[in-house]
Each structure stands twice: as C-alpha cells, then as structure tokens.
C-alpha cells in the first residue's frame, strides 16, 4: 500500500514538473540596450521605447476612452500629457502586468484643485482586460494598454525612474 502511495505520489509530481515550463513565465530577462526614454503619441496610437533617441521597439497602443486632451481630473477618460517617469510595477495587475507612470504632477494636482475636483491617479501601461477578445477601440479609464505579450517585453525592458513623455 506505501509503496503504491509512494509511486503515484512521485508520478504526480513529475507530472506537474512538467506543466510549469519556465517558457511560459510572463516575467521574462532583457539584456539589450538600456530603454533611456518611452514616448507615446496620443494621436498616432504609438509608443516607442528609446535608447538615446534610436527607437529599440515600437508598440499600437490603445487610450482612455476619451483620448482628445490633457487629463483634468478624475474620471475623464482621458490620458495625461506631458512628462512624467515610471514610478512603480504591479506583477499582479487585472490586466496581466502593468508599469505605473507618476501622474499626477504638482501641475496636475493644482489644475484639478483650482476645479474642484480630484486629479486621479493609478495611471498605468498595462495588458488587456480580455487576453481573447482584441481591443479595437480606446478603452481605458486612462491608462496606455497593449497585448499582454507586449507588456511582458515591456516590463521586462522598462526600469523605474525611466522618463516617459506623452504627447497629442
């Protein structure tokens, strides 16, 4: 009886040995050129990854679903302008990984002050909300977001504190 306990034991873990592939982790290694800068273009649906002005990866992007204009305030459904820094990584985001962009700024935060309102925050580049159905359209509530492939290669390339310019 132990030693059948012991075989099927053993067979099992050897089994689930198996199904954990280190190929299908979604945190993979970078070791090419330092990503220097991101920079993101609202109206091309683009963000490039820079090493010293030589774009290293181009990515189609999806937008807040209001994606004309600055952010103002929290809820708008639009995605900020302007410079800011990756601050921060979530490796449990709902939408598989996501990178944080440091909006918002001190110019932020008096814009939506002198509003009344709030500035919003958790401002991310993140994966898809649906890795099976493909986004067609702006969706977010103000983050960048492309594939959840993508944002494994960017994740991995990305450091905190890299400047990250998003223009109209």
């Not at 099927?8 to 280190?22: P, V």
Request: net charge positive.
């Amino acid at each position: 009886m132990q030693r059948r306990q012991l075989l099927m034991g053993a067979t099992a873990a050897i089994t689930l040995g198996a199904c954990s592939s280190t190929n299908n982790t979604k945190f993979k290694r970078y070791d090419g050129p330092e990503v220097t800068q991101v920079v993101v273009s609202k109206q091309s649906r683009l963000m490039y990854l820079m090493h010293k002005g030589e774009i290293l990866e181009q990515y189609n992007i999806r937008l807040g679903f209001a994606p004309i204009g600055h952010k103002m305030f929290e809820g708008d459904g639009r995605t900020p302008e302007g410079r800011y820094y990756i601050d921060r990584r979530n490796p449990n985001s709902k939408y598989h990984l996501s990178i944080g962009i440091s909006y918002p700024n001190a110019e932020d935060l008096a814009m939506a002050e002198s509003m009344g309102k709030k500035p919003g925050g958790d401002i991310f580049i993140h994966g898809q909300r649906n890795p099976f159905k493909p986004e067609t359209s702006d969706w977010t509530w103000g983050c960048i977001a492309v594939t959840n492939a993508e944002i494994e290669d960017i994740y991995s390339m990305v450091r905190d504190g890299t400047p990250i310019v998003i223009g109209r």
